[in-house]
């Protein structure tokens, strides 16, 4: 059997229907059919409510704990080899149908956790669900693709691995191009990738002053004081 038909084979058999009780595993991890008219309704109204940047960090941070929980779960069932085994996390998303990924080169050595790469995603339906509800733009929009990559290759590698997209069919490419590499900046802490961390620090703004409180460097007026006492 080829290789690339065997880690089908091998991810598919992790999917397991239940519909006596109403549930869908993949693996361990109870998973769902969502239609791609509910995913980009739902898309939309993030980024329609929310903003653009806000839609894009909420969507990256699903994506990113999916990815998580997807390499997690290799860790737990393959603890000896789970970093080779991590090889098959590129069906995952065939298999759920949201992309079909192609690797490009990758540099992968699996023993100090060392990855870097590029790889072609064709048929993401997060791009069919942009391009349905924004039209084509001059940004990418694969937010929870990359966030997905991200956090599984960081998972499995344990040092932070940042997939970058560099075409996308959102702004009118045929196929959609990513990169991962180490940042650039030599980060190594995968905390900037968590829930709490794609946020950026907010500014602290001075606490708002209550109605009746004084300025702090209010002082009382000293009280004139009349020599002449105008009672009788
Ligand atoms: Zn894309």
């Not at 598919?12 to 969502?34: K, Q």
């Not at 994506?63 to 085994?85: C, F, I, N």
Request: hydrophobic fraction near 35%; proline fraction near 6%.
């Amino acid at each position: 059997m080829p290789v690339a038909a065997s880690a089908e084979a091998e991810v598919l058999g992790m999917l397991t229907f239940s519909p006596e009780d109403g549930r869908i595993w993949f693996n361990h991890r109870r998973v769902m059919m969502l239609d791609t008219v509910s995913f980009a309704t739902l898309r939309d109204s993030l980024i329609r409510n929310l903003g653009p940047r806000a839609a894009r960090r909420l969507l990256t941070q699903v994506g990113y704990q999916s990815g998580v929980g997807d390499a997690q779960m290799l860790r737990t069932d393959y603890p000896d080899d789970y970093r080779e085994r991590s090889r098959i996390g590129t069906r995952f998303h065939s298999v759920a149908g949201i992309a079909k990924v192609e690797p490009i080169t990758t540099v992968f050595r699996p023993k100090d956790g060392y990855f870097s790469g590029e790889f072609i995603w064709r048929h993401t339906v997060e791009d069919d669900a942009h391009i349905q509800t924004q039209g084509l733009g001059t940004e990418p929009a694969c937010w929870m693709e990359l966030g997905y990559a991200t956090g599984y290759l960081s998972t499995i590698c344990d040092q932070l691995i940042v997939f970058r997209e560099f075409e996308c069919r959102s702004m009118g490419s045929v196929v959609c191009r990513v990169r991962a590499s180490r940042p650039a900046s030599g980060a190594t802490s995968m905390r900037i990738c968590s829930t709490s961390g794609w946020r950026r620090p907010r500014r602290r703004r001075p606490a708002r002053r209550q109605r009746n409180q004084r300025p702090s460097r209010w002082r009382p007026t000293p009280r004139r004081t009349s020599s002449v006492n105008p009672l009788p």
